[in-house]
């Protein structure tokens, strides 16, 4: 990045933070989501829930891995949020491996940063189908090693999009990492307290903080291939 800072200008690093801010800003948008649709359905005070998700929070945004965070989150689901321990196992478990919300959030936004760079206005079928492309190519390449170029790459050949300005999104790309891992840990957890609230499989005793249980110890090893699959989806 400062390489090209040299050789284009300082407007490169500007246009980079500005590809940054706009993933922060769309998982902002879709976490305030879930926590609305959450509190609606479930009826739990939603402002109980920083405290219940800060843990898995910090562990998410300083690994940016879902599978080093997963011990976490499925351990707070149960023992702070109130999930039964059958829900959390299938539900988290689940959502390990497709529930990556940022990561198909952040490639909608590198079609909308391709288009704009080449200053091309994308028609509404062209939207659907980058839409369509993010969440399959998300589900394709999860176990790809570095799959974030492979998937860039292919968005910007599919929609006829300048696949020069991908180099600058590589760049960036570890940044985006941390934010993609925020919204699929915690967002894991909203859908596992749907999941249960549907099932009534949720303590809102242990919610309110008005009742203590204990997560069953899980065995890592048969969740591996989840883990190793949900570190590459990050």
Sequence with gaps: LANMAGDVGFSVVTTALKYLGTTLL????VFALFVVVVAVRTRLNPWKLPSKLAEQTMIAVTTTSSAVTFPTVLKNAVEKV????????????????MGS???????MIVVMFLAQAGDIQLSFGQIALGMA???LLNMGTITVPGGFPVVAMFLATSLDLPFEAVGLLIAVDWFTWIFRTFLNVNGDTFVAM???????EIDRDVFNGTKAVAAEEIDITEYSAAL???DQAD
């Design 26 to 29: 769309g998982v902002l948008i």
């Design 82 to 97: 109130g999930v039964s321990q059958k829900v959390a196992n299938f539900t988290l478990s689940v959502g390990l491996t």
């Design 101 to 107: 919300y940022g990561a198909v959030l952040n490639y």
């Design 133 to 135: 492309l993010a969440i």
């Design 194 to 200: 749907l999941v249960a609230n549907a099932d009534d």
């Design 228 to 230: 190793a699959a949900a």
